[in-house]
């Protein structure tokens, strides 16, 4: 599987966090959490590919009452990292945090919600079928449907169908790149990049910016109650230091990922670099993301 540094999803993450403030609301992740617990104490999470724990700090606030998470990731570094940044996402907002140790599992909560949360190394090509799934009343992942191939997605949601969890994929890239101001060489860049992104990242030829789209004609079933919603990142170089470190890392990428899509296009691509670095303070870049939550119905 393709890795990620700790680094790259620190930088990210302010900005997955403001995307998906936008998209709450129209996902009605707080009714979710009552509709899943149908009742009960609290509800099951398994997070895939959790990285170090984004998506369960966007999400436990939003599900409210108690809750018990499963975070798996093939990355062992990362698992490490995430009570860390459990510990210091607890300190700065100001929640009771447990580090947990022996018997007793790690735990979290704020106002109006409380997790216990354990992970689990497992990698997801590999070994999907120790997914432990029994019993789960959501299957979550941000960021990840864009890099598994269309064969791996079918696969997940042939397993994931007996227990008939919701299903919660954030943060899937759509294909959507624009620049303000724009630049001569943007259309050939971001060519190039959407082709680099349908490369094999671990899981066979990755879906890309086609993922949401893939996703929702399979969820789009009568079994299902489908919502989608767009979680676009908004970065601007004029909001300062933040911004536009994370628009030099997205310049970087796009541009040694263009250039692996096509070297012959070194000199152009790096021309387009320069210029996007030299105007990083005066930069718009939207990039598209889609949400999509998908709630079985009961009958």
Do not use: Y
């Amino acid at each position: 599987m393709t890795g990620f540094s700790a680094d790259w999803l620190a930088l990210r993450e302010p900005f997955d966090r403001e995307a998906r403030a936008n998209t709450a609301p129209g996902l009605g992740l707080h009714a979710l959490g009552d509709r899943l617990r149908r009742g009960r104490a609290r509800i099951e999470v398994l997070d895939l590919a959790c990285g170090t724990g984004a998506n369960l700090r966007a999400l436990a606030p939003e599900l409210r009452g108690d809750q018990r998470w499963v975070a798996v990731d093939h990355d062992a570094q990362l698992l490490a990292q995430l009570p860390v940044s459990m510990a210091r996402w607890a300190m700065d907002c100001g929640f009771d945090f447990r580090g947990g140790g022996g018997a007793e599992p790690a735990s979290i909560g704020g106002p109006g919600w409380h997790v216990e949360f354990e992970t689990l190394q497992l990698d997801l090509v590999q070994s999907p079928d120790m997914l432990p799934l029994a019993g789960v009343d959501l299957v979550t992942a941000a960021a990840l449907l864009d890099l598994v191939s269309a064969n791996w997605l079918d696969d997940l949601l042939a397993r994931v169908a007996a227990s008939r969890p919701a299903l919660l994929f954030a943060l899937s890239v759509d294909g959507r790149l624009h620049w303000e101001p724009a630049l001569e060489g943007d259309a050939e860049v971001a060519r190039l990049f959407a082709a680099h992104q349908q490369r094999d990242k671990g899981f066979g030829p990755a879906l890309g910016g086609a993922a949401p789209h893939w996703a929702a004609a399979r969820l789009d079933t009568p079994g299902l109650e489908l919502h989608a919603a767009d979680s676009d990142w908004r970065i601007d170089g004029g909001d300062g230091p933040a911004a536009q470190a994370m628009l030099a890392a997205m310049v970087d990428g796009i541009a040694s990922a263009a250039i692996e899509q096509d070297p012959a296009a070194l000199s152009r691509v790096l021309e387009w670099k320069l210029q996007r670095l030299d105007a990083l303070a005066r930069s718009l870049l939207v990039v598209g993301h889609r949400d999509l939550l998908a709630i079985p119905l009961t009958s």
